[in-house]
């Protein structure tokens, strides 16, 4: 939760907020500051579960296989260039494909990996993209 939303939700719509939360059953803010917001806009504390941002998380048992394949990946894709469309939203991906194809044409060996902001919105983007 954002500084701003906080911000909005602790002030006159506090009672709304307040009764809101009290009907999830679970929250999972990314911070420990966030949690704190979330107790403070009177979420019940048990239905708090901090787990961390999962950008950040790396497994920790990661098998030499996975490592051997992550080694692989680097060696390939070292000598090409890498273009990243992350936190791509609907109605993003003409845009996104546009730059594409003229990166493209400047590097014929381009690789491009797409990160949707939202998993539901990958099926969507292969279809465009097809």
């Known amino acids: 939760m954002s500084v701003k939303s906080f911000k909005f939700w ?3 719509a506090l009672s709304l907020i307040s009764l809101m939360l009290s009907k ?3 929250i999972v803010p990314l911070s420990t500051t966030q949690a704190i917001r979330f107790q403070l806009l009177q979420a019940p504390p048990s239905i708090i579960n901090f787990a961390g ?9 990661m098998t030499k296989r996975n490592i051997a394949s992550t080694e692989d990946l680097k060696d390939e894709l070292s000598d090409r260039h890498v273009w990243i469309a992350a936190s791509v939203h609907r ?3 003409q845009v996104m494909l546009a730059v594409r194809r003229s990166l493209a044409r400047r590097y014929p060996d381009l690789v491009t990996i ?17």
């Open 53 to 61: 941002d999962l950008k950040y998380v790396v497994e920790p048992d």
């Open 24 to 26: 999830f059953d679970l």
């Open 91 to 93: 109605g993003e991906e």
């Open 10 to 12: 602790s002030g006159l």
């Open 114 to 130: 797409i990160v949707p902001r939202h998993l539901q919105l990958a099926h969507h983007i292969v279809e465009e993209l097809q």
